[in-house]
């Protein structure tokens, strides 16, 4: 598994266009200031303005020396000073007087006309919106651009280039995966050395696919291969290829592998390929859509690629199986290295990293830590850790303890712990004999996995849990442990029925859980005495959709019959083997919901105390809660191998 602690490699700076921006603007507004005092000069500060009669008695004094009438409406002309000096003036005619032109006529006044042209005001304004829609326009161009200071960008691919300035990450930084880094290495060892590989005649695969569940560390291990060989390193997500315009996806991967080509020798990962690499022609109606366009633009680019080139592709997805065929043929994608989830011991080298950041107390022992955590990925791990420091901090502690582990586990695993919830006293009787149902089975049942906790404390959904934590690690399951996992489902519907007749809702999950894995057994796994080891029924699962929707029947209606009687034969064995356990050992059940009412959550050795049961072997000492529980509604368990 891997870790994130030194994935802060800083990204390639990008240019500077703030001055040439800001330069523009000024720019800009210089224009309009000047536009604007263009318009608003005037040279009529000296021009005084009179009243009409003021005017009129200038005129009988044969004062008046020109006037310039503009429009009918405005006089503007000049009169004799007191010394004699000329003085401009201006008036406004406040009606239509037929004598004015025969009087002026008579003093002999020198008489003109004009139109007076439009306002500077108005013209601004009527210019204003066509300025402010222009600056709109040219800003958004601007902002449309990208960093590379030209128009219309759209098919520029947006990678993150990461130089190799600041801490790289390295394979030193990935705890666990063994297998993948020696895959990997290889393509280390070619990105330093090509020559080694290119006297023997050897080609290095093109492209690498990185498969596994999310969060084992797919990206991180990309990342650590660029820092391993020293080369620039291009991300971007199969998600961002695709736009609502038609050819842009194509135009971003002739673009990503051009950039790629200029900065050889370099690795390019594409994150999340099945977003754009998924089977063609799988979309309702099997149209020819733009994510097709992207996908058979991507095939080109690979298949032209020359290893020579110095370029390696890396790409990472958790559903290998919706990928085009195209993508997976040699020549493209030649490698598939599997990123598993962690087993016990890498889980131990994740918690040592993560943890090596908070101060830890001295009894905090990781083994047991990594012991209880099957099944969590390297994710899963990071955000325990820091679920703990959290819950220490709140507290305020000054280091980490193993109760705060214990707390994360539970919040992660089973949800928030609803302590203020109001139950009615009958409710949490009933809730502490299905669950005293669930953990007293652990007890009786050779396959199981031992029982670690039970609480009747409502923790998310579910009004109480029983959990148990396998020995070790298991990556298959046989037929008795499944048998025994159906068993333990019964356990609480079997406990309720004994007490009260009756059952509640609370064994629906239950129920939808042991029918589930028995079903599989009959249909999947073979594991049915008169059907025998034959799979029945294919699940259809339209790629495009990336979910199942339903189960093709491939069999008669017969082997329908028979294949319902496998299952209810299954079930029906897991809830008499419960009714019979339970049965016989009423009193010891009847004990532990009693203690389960005053104490609420119970260990393992707490119940094996109570119980007069010896102590187990071996048991862990951490107490938390666990993967795989034997759960009540609300809570899920395994349901595969």
């Not at 921006?21 to 021009?47: C, E, P, Q, W």
């Not at 995966?177 to 290095?204: C, H, R, W």
């Not at 004990?591 to 072997?617: C, N």
């Amino acid at each position: 598994m891997l870790d994130n602690k030194n994935d802060n490699t800083p990204p390639r700076p990008s240019l500077n266009t703030g001055r040439p921006n800001r330069f523009a603007l000024i720019f800009f507004l210089v224009m309009v200031g000047l536009f604007i005092a263009y318009f608003f000069r005037s040279d009529t500060s000296s021009i005084q303005e009179i009243p009409y009669s003021t005017f009129t008695n200038y005129l009988d004094r044969n004062e008046v020396v020109a006037v310039k009438i503009l429009d009918n409406t405005t006089i503007e002309g000049t009169v004799k000073g007191a010394s004699g000096e000329l003085v401009r003036f201006k008036t406004l005619i406040p009606y239509q007087d037929p004598y004015l032109l025969p009087a002026l006529q008579e003093k002999g006044v020198n008489v003109s006309g004009a139109v007076t042209g439009v306002s500077p005001f108005r013209i601004l304004l009527e210019f204003l919106p066509w300025l402010i829609g222009f600056g709109f326009i040219w800003f958004m161009f601007r902002n449309m651009q990208g960093s590379g200071n030209k128009a219309f960008q759209f098919g520029k691919s947006r990678a993150k280039r990461y130089q190799d300035e600041g801490k790289k990450v390295t394979f030193a930084d990935v705890a666990g995966q063994d297998d993948a880094k020696y895959e990997l290495q290889e393509v280390v060892s070619f990105l330093k050395n090509p020559q080694k590989f290119t006297k023997m005649g050897a080609k290095i695969p093109k492209g690498v696919l990185l498969v596994g569940m999310p969060g084992t560390g797919k990206t991180l291990m990309a990342r650590a291969v660029a820092g391993e060989a020293g080369v620039a390193y291009f991300h971007m997500s199969g998600s961002d290829f695709v736009e609502m315009f038609v050819g842009v996806g194509a135009s971003r991967v002739r673009d990503l592998f051009e950039q790629g080509r200029r900065s050889a020798p370099c690795i390019i990962f594409i994150d999340e390929l099945d977003a754009v690499g998924r089977t063609r022609g799988a979309g309702y109606g099997g149209g020819h859509d733009e994510r097709e366009q992207t996908l058979n633009q991507m095939l080109v680019e690979m298949d032209g690629f020359d290893s020579k080139d110095g370029v390696i592709i890396l790409a990472a997805t958790n559903r290998p199986d919706v990928l085009d065929p195209a993508l997976l043929r040699p020549g493209r994608f030649d490698r598939q290295v599997v990123v598993a989830m962690p087993d016990i011991k890498e889980r131990e080298s994740i918690l040592k990293i993560h943890a090596a950041k908070v101060p830890l107390a001295p009894e905090v022992d990781m083994v047991r830590v990594a012991r209880a955590t099957p099944g969590m990925s390297g994710a899963d791990i990071a955000n325990l850790v820091n679920e703990a420091a959290l819950y220490a901090a709140r507290k305020d502690k000054s280091a980490v303890e193993m109760s705060d582990f214990e707390e994360a586990r539970d919040k992660i695993l089973m949800g928030v712990a609803r302590k203020s919830l109001a139950m009615s006293e009958k409710e949490r009787k009933m809730t502490a004999t299905h669950e005293a149902g669930h953990a007293l089975l652990h007890y009786y049942l050779k396959n199981a996995d031992p029982l670690h906790k039970v609480t009747i404390v409502p923790h998310g959904r579910a009004l109480g849990m029983a959990m148990s934590l396998p020995e070790e690690d298991s990556y298959s399951r046989t037929r008795g442990w499944l048998e025994d996992r159906i068993v333990i489902a019964y356990g609480g519907w079997v406990a309720e029925k004994l007490f009260y007749s009756e059952t509640t809702t609370g064994t629906k999950q239950d129920i939808q859980q042991a029918t589930d894995l028995a079903r599989r057994m009959v249909c999947e796994w073979g594991m049915a005495e008169d059907l025998g080891p034959i799979a029945y029924g294919q699940e259809d699962e339209p790629i495009f959709l990336g979910k199942e929707i339903a189960r093709h029947k491939d069999y008669s209606e017969d082997t329908a019959k028979r294949i319902d009687r496998a299952v209810q034969s299954v079930l029906e064995g897991g809830r008499s083997k419960a009714e019979q356990i339970l049965g016989d050992h009423k009193d010891q059940l009847e004990k532990l919901s009693d203690a389960l009412i005053s104490q609420e959550t119970m260990l393992d050795d707490d119940v094996r105390s109570l119980l007069g049961l010896p102590p187990r072997e071996n048991s862990a000492s951490l107490s938390d809660t666990v993967k795989n529980p034997a759960e009540d509604a609300g809570e899920k368990s395994p349901t595969s191998p």
